[in-house]
């Protein structure tokens, strides 16, 4: 093969200067590599791990506990629940899983009580559930709870056993109440009672605009705390007057304030009265009816138009409006009612809350009616 000119000319350049002139760019040494032995012997160490975010530290944690968490609440509740026939103590457990078959009504020496199959359902102090002959519905509406659970395990979840619960509570506080010395529990629901009235949320309104509109916040919140105050102020202790408006001012007006006028001390020594001369079911209905609504006004009216224990609250006119669960859901929502008519409702939450109030405030109607 030929080569061309220019690499012809090269090449006899590099014949004619011969080897001796021909010198490397570089002019370092070059040295072999020495292959050194393993300092440690055994397999490479495995490839570092990302660092953990904070986050999925927090997360994994949270799993953890929420595992021992509910491991334990199973452990509590196999120990304190009565076993099917013919199952030892080293038997998987059946909370799991619905562990009776029928859900009835028995009528027994002294009231109710609710079975499944053969075994009455109980008190978180292994006593049984005992309602009186007064309470059919309430008796119907617990087996209707336990009916619809499906398995052992949801019977830990308040909202699915709620009048079950609230059942549970009065029993007990009418034990106490049996008991020589006074009830903690009702000392610490009337005092607990009295906070909420401090700041009761049919007591806190707008300040009162430059130009009052009959569609203002103000007016509306007015409108349905009046009636509220003045049932409880003429029927449920009379001569007292829970205050909510200056005196000497115009009718339902009060200063531009939004914390509520504090109470007279006599007011507050009847409403105390008022509730230690309560049954423990309506005590509860009140309590659970505060908690809920966060106004004691209105769980008090609920309570004293619904209950079936107590006949001093005053002859109702026949023309009177009823006034029930939906009718405190308004009273105690007046304020959110008007923000998300102004700026929209917010989807799986308001709705979800008028939701749990409707079901807590039946729950409390179920609870203290009869008859």
Known sequence: MKLPASRQLCFRSSRRLGPSLLQRLHTSPQLPATALPPTQPGPPPPAPLPTPSPNSERLSRRRRNAALLQRGQEFRLEASSPRPQGTGAGTKSTLKTRFWKDVHVVEVEGGYQVHLDTRPVRTPGKAPLLLPRSKPHLATAIALEWENLTEGLQALQPHLVQLTALTSRALDIAAEDRAPSPSPTRAAIIEACLAYLE???????????????????????????????????????????????????????????????????????????????????????????????????????????????????????????????????????????????????????????YADLRQQFGSVVVLVSGE
């Open 199 to 353: 700041t009761d949320t049919l007591l806190c309104y707008e300040p009162a605009p430059a130009e009052p509109t009959a569609d203002s916040l103000r007016a509306r919140q007015l409108a349905s705390a009046a009636p509220v105050i003045e049932y409880v102020n003429a029927r449920l202790w009379p001569g007292q007057q829970v205050r909510y408006f200056e005196p000497g001012s115009a009718l339902l007006e009060r200063a531009n304030a939004l914390v509520p006028p504090r109470q007279d001390a006599t007011t507050l020594d009847a409403v105390r009265a008022w509730l230690a001369a309560l049954s423990a079911w309506d005590l509860v209905g009140v309590e659970r009816a505060t908690l809920a609504g966060k106004s004691f006004l209105a769980a008090a009216r609920l309570v004293a138009e619904w209950s079936a224990g107590v006949g001093g609250y005053g002859e109702v006119s026949e023309d009177a409006e009823p006034w029930g669960v939906e009718s405190a859901v308004r009273a105690v929502t007046e304020e959110l009612r008007w923000q998300t008519r102004t700026w929209g409702e917010v989807e799986d939450s308001h709705d979800v809350h």
